[in-house]
């Protein structure tokens, strides 16, 4: 009798130790199925951030220069707002315009000058952060405005009539302010 239950036992702890076996070697596999798709799901983070033009990218190297003042006014010189502008006003820094930022306050905005009074065009290629942008004539009249111009977006923003500043402020700016077709601008070179 006690070597039936010896074999019993022996038989329990035999499986027993194979139910553990088992278990141990699908728990393994469990682990190296979810390492492998943390290790495949970064590679893919990391190949579209190298790749893709829908990615934002952190871009650190652009600061924003107050280079002066630009304020907003109804058509009969009524105050809407003022913020700092950084001026782009060759050829190099208006190429470059807000190309590769990530962000700009809503008191700053980028201000273009061009050498004539002529029909502008823009894209937001290499545009990170959403805007509105204004086209002015040479009476300081704004002559259109493009609301939310869409980051990354290569389709024009044309002016519709001859302009010769253009200022892109942060998106949704115009609307907060109720800046309109026919309003005008001021503005100084500090």
Partial sequence: MSKKNNQKDGNKKSLRTRKQKIFQIAAGFVFVIIILFFVFSTFLRETA?????????????????????LTFVSSDGKFYSKIDI?????????????????????TQGMFFIFPNESYQSFWMKNTVIPLDIIFVNKKNEIVKIHKNAVPFDESSYASGAPAIYVVEVNAGYTDRYKIKVGDKIVWRRM
């Fill in 49 to 69: 951030n190298s790749n893709g033009n829908n990615i934002v990218k952190d871009y650190t190297a652009f600061i924003f220069k107050k280079q002066g003042e």
């Fill in 86 to 106: 950084e001026i782009a006003d060759n050829d190099d820094s208006r190429s470059q315009g807000l190309m590769y930022r990530n962000k700009m306050t809503d």
